[in-house]
């Protein structure tokens, strides 16, 4: 044992002149083999900005930063520690012109790509576009393009679909933008193609290190290839079993091809797992035991047996959430880890975590939704800051892009086509290809006189907006704007529900009320904290939201509880874990889909079952199982039956009966919560803060 590594560990850690393999189950410490290696390159003389580490999310990237920092000191700040896509951005930022890619593309999300979608394949509904996208996706996942893809369609869908993308591929190009795909195979094609780009990568970067290896799909390990290169100075640490995202490409080929790729590759395998107890241990080993193996692991844990694993039956979700929030009740009373942030509960769906969200406002239990949508993330709030980002910088072309087609205002998809390629060949932002002399020349004068009117519109809007100042003023001013766009009536043609155009239409209407309330003077948490402030010109609120959205991301040290999905748990820990709605039809998932083969719904199957496992392994201290007798199916109740995966448990005694001290317990904080909401009734005047 040296500095908190086990033998194995350490010559995970040692092992720094060529390419290794860290394959090894569920809290074992490959984390943390990541972190300490990190710390062992830099102490051992390694410039900082020559190791890259690749995470799974933005979050655990900001853990590791930290982690690291605590390891090896404030040079560990410079290591490029990120996501694949980031480094995607980051190499296509700098050196994207190799591919005809402008320095200030657009990174588009989903909605955007929905909407790009529709106008190729002439479809008005959301959910057809959404098939294409996939389709589409999946396509790009495998490398291949349009070309290649109608190719190998084999029916007419595929068919289709490959023909979509060859006028999706066309727009992107035009419209100088990328998709979260292409934050992948761009730079895949890029390293490829340009020998001067390869070789500067692979010179730069000393050691490259893979966290969550066994999610990586056939693209990004392409680019890890080549990001590598022949030296093969990479660390992978990954667990088969706890590949879950085989639906979104991921392929554990991936771990198949590393010892053939690298012939010299040293595996080491961990066997100790430092987070659970011994009762939750095999819990989880059983139910992982009837997936076939890639490699045989064993796992042990020396924290002792621990509280048995319970299995809670619950009359339906409503009863559910009362049994959780009785748990966490009586636990902060009986265990040593009291703060709200040693529990979790986590569920397949992120539909499941509403009847607790109301749970636990009901009982006063402070909580954050991960892996859901964020305030900032929806498309109705996109839509508008897409237009107040034009406003504080002409320049921001994707701002732009959406802001002129939302709402539709008669400039199409041509007019766009012939502005992109304009501004693209004059190095203009379209902003400014828009307002120059020349543009005459390359577009037609009805076109012209559309974008001119836009962009006067733009520019008188953004001169009251340096202006407006007062949550009135800034209010009134916001309620114009909506309407002159017709905004609502945008909504409303834009959804195939009314009831979800009303709900959006709701949240712009929150978001104006938030955005005028800065404007007053009254609030600025900017800074994280609120407080009292002079009053503001709308410009300057604006200049502020990208702050804010980040803001609301830097939430690990809240003392809350986590809801979470059981994707959005992986490689994550708590004291107290709750699996909720441990239903046949939920966990497994059951797929409406009939087309599949036996072999492929088996596969579905294997990936549900490991994704148990990962949950039941995010647990160090106990663990409660809950499931449904009766469940809600679209406006349907319909009996619930327990999933498969529990009795798989090998659990002694799998029914638990209500613990009436429980009972009791939820009663009298229901009580004390709703005497303090009333005492609070009025204070509560910031709603989206
Ligand atoms: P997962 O498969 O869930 O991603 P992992 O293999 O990455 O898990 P880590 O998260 O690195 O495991 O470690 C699990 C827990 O065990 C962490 O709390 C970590 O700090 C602790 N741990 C790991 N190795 C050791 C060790 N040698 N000594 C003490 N604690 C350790
Ligand atoms: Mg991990």
């Not at 044992?1 to 809290?27: D, F, K, R, W």
């Not at 195939?496 to 929150?510: F, I, P, Q």
């Not at 874990?577 to 497994?588: D, F, K, M, R, S």
Request: aromatic content about 6%; some cysteine.
């Amino acid at each position: 044992m040296s500095a908190g590594l086990n033998s194995a560990q350490l010559e995970a850690v040692n092992h720094v002149h060529g390419p290794s393999l860290v394959l090894a189950g569920a809290g074992s410490g490959k984390t943390r083999v990541i972190t300490h290696k990190i710390a062992h390159l830099i102490n051992g003389g390694m410039s900082a900005n020559r190791i890259a580490a690749i995470t799974f999310t933005n979050k655990a990237a900001a853990e590791m930063r930290e982690r690291a920092k605590q390891l090896a000191g404030r040079g560990a700040a410079e290591v490029l520690i990120c996501t694949f896509h980031a480094l995607g951005v980051r190499l296509l930022r700098q050196q994207g012109t190799y591919i005809g890619l402008k320095e200030q593309f657009s990174i588009l999300d989903t909605d955007d790509v929905t909407k790009i979608m529709k106008d190729c394949g002439g479809a008005t509904d959301n959910a057809t576009a959404r098939q294409w996208q996939w389709a589409i996706s999946a396509w790009k996942n495998q490398g291949l393009n349009a070309a290649q893809a109608l190719a190998a369609a084999s029916n007419e869908d595929e068919r289709s679909s490959a023909v979509i993308m060859g006028r999706y591929e066309e727009r992107l190009i035009a419209y100088q933008s990328v998709d979260f795909d292409d934050l992948i195979s761009l730079p895949l094609k890029l390293l490829t193609e340009h020998d001067a780009v390869r070789q500067h990568w692979q010179q730069q970067l000393s050691h490259v290190l893979v966290d969550e290896y066994q999610d990586t799909n056939a693209t990004q390990y392409e680019l890890l290839k080549l990001l590598v290169g022949p030296r093969g100075r990479l660390t992978a640490v990954g667990d088969d079993d706890q590949s879950i995202y085989g639906w979104r490409g991921a392929t554990l080929d991936n771990l198949k091809k590393l010892p053939v790729d690298y012939p010299e590759l040293k595996v080491i395998t961990l066997e100790q797992n430092y987070r659970s107890t011994s009762a939750i241990l095999k819990a989880a080993n059983n139910v992982i035991g009837p997936n076939p193996k890639l490699f045989p692991k064993t796992l042990w844990s020396d924290l002792g047996e621990g509280e048995p694993v319970r299995v809670v039956a619950c009359d339906n979700e409503d009863h559910e959430a009362e049994r959780v929030v009785a748990r966490i009740q009586s636990l902060r009373t009986a265990s040593a880890h009291k703060a709200f942030k040693d529990f979790a509960v986590l569920y397949r769906a992120n539909h499941q975590a509403r009847v607790f969200e109301k749970a636990f406002r009901k009982a006063q239990i402070p909580y954050k939704v991960s892996g859901g949508q964020s305030f900032f993330d929806r498309a109705e709030i996109k839509d508008l800051c897409a237009w107040l980002r034009l406003l504080v910088n002409n320049d921001d072309d994707p701002a732009f892009l959406r802001a002129i087609t939302t709402p539709k205002r008669g400039i199409g998809h041509t007019t766009l086509t012939q502005l992109g390629s304009f501004a693209t060949s004059h190095k203009f932002s379209l902003f400014e290809a828009l307002f120059a002399n020349s543009i005459g020349s390359a577009l037609s004068v009805r076109a012209v006189g559309s974008l001119h009117e836009f962009g006067r519109y733009v520019n008188d809007m953004e001169y009251r907006a340096r202006r407006i100042q007062g949550a009135e003023d800034a209010k009134a001013f916001m309620l114009s704007w909506l309407s002159d766009m017709g905004y609502q009536q945008h909504l409303m043609d834009g959804e195939d529900s009314e009831k979800l155009a009303a709900a959006r239409w709701t949240n712009v209407m929150d978001f104006v009320d938030w955005m005028s309330k800065r404007c007053g003077g009254t609030i600025d948490d900017t800074a994280g904290v609120t407080m009292e402030s002079e009053k503001k010109t709308l410009l300057e609120v604006i200049q502020t939201i990208a702050l804010l959205s980040t803001i609301s991301e830097r939430e690990q040290d809240q003392d809350v509880v986590t809801l979470s999905t059981l994707h959005a748990a992986k490689g994550l820990e708590w004291p107290h874990v709750v699996l909720a709605g441990v239903n046949e039809g939920l966990l497994p998932f059951k797929t409406d889909d009939d087309s599949l083969t036996p072999e492929a719904l088996a596969q579905r199957l294997e990936e549900e079952r490991r994704l148990m496992y990962v949950g039941i392994t995010r647990a160090q201290r106990t663990l409660a199982v809950s499931w449904l007798m009766r469940r809600k199916k679209g406006r349907e109740m319909i009996a619930g039956k327990v999933s498969r995966f529990v009795p798989e448990m090998g659990l002694d005694d799998t029914t638990t009966r209500e613990d009436p001290r429980e009972k009791l317990r939820a009663l009298r904080a229901e009580f004390a919560a709703k005497a303090a909401a009333s005492a609070q009734l009025a204070a509560d005047a910031e709603p989206l803060a």
